[in-house]
Each structure stands twice: as C-alpha cells, then as structure tokens.
C-alpha cells in the first residue's frame, strides 16, 4: 500500500492549488478516503473525505472553499483548495479511513 502526494506548492492568499493522491495497493473507489492537513506546532486534523458512493464532507474550515474528488481509472484522490488562507498553510496527506499507511505529505504554504 503506498500513497503519494503531490501539488503542493507557495501561492499567495486568494490563490488555488490542486493536490493530488496517487494510490497503489489498493483501490480508492471501494475505500473512504480522506485529505488530513498538519500545521506547525498542531495535531493533524481532517479536512475533507469522499466515501465509496462520493458522498463527500469537509471541515467547517475548508467548507465551501475546497472539494475533493477521485478519479477511478487512475486510482487518485484530488484536492482542489480555492481561494487560499494563510491558515491553510499546513503540509497535507491523503488517507484510507481505517489504513495504517500514511504518504509523505505535500506542503502547502500561503503567503499573506
């Protein structure tokens, strides 16, 4: 099972970055999978998650702002992030609800 991330990058406030979640070992469609983000200094906390039939929910944080989605035939998780925040900046990992297996993350950071 490997997750990666990618997409990640420095935007200015206002920006959009989309993340990416490359699975293998498994098949994203039949899993609940979720985006976490992980601030300097806090826990990680979840921010959006899509289930198997795409039902899909968000921190009240991101609400509104991001979306995530999946696409079946390349077996990947996306993150699309709209009109950034400073506070969004974090490094961000996708997961497989009840997985063990974590990526390295991919680092967003937004400037003021």
């Known amino acids: 099972v490997q997750l990666v991330e990618s997409g990640g990058g420095l935007v200015q406030a206002g920006g959009s970055l989309r993340l990416s979640c490359a699975a293998s070992g498994f098949i994203v469609s039949v899993n609940d999978m979720e985006w976490y983000r992980q601030a300097p200094g806090k826990q990680r906390e979840r921010v959006a998650t899509?289930?198997?039939?795409?039902?899909?929910g968000y921190a009240d944080s991101v609400k509104g702002r991001f979306a995530i989605s999946r696409d079946n035939a390349k077996n990947t998780v996306y993150l699309q992030m709209n009109s950034l925040k400073p506070e969004d900046t974090a490094v961000y990992y996708c997961?497989?609800?009840?997985?063990?297996?974590w990526g390295q993350g991919t680092q967003v950071t937004v400037s003021s």
């Open positions: 899509i289930s198997t039939i795409g039902t899909t």
């Open positions: 997961h497989r609800l009840g997985g063990l297996n």
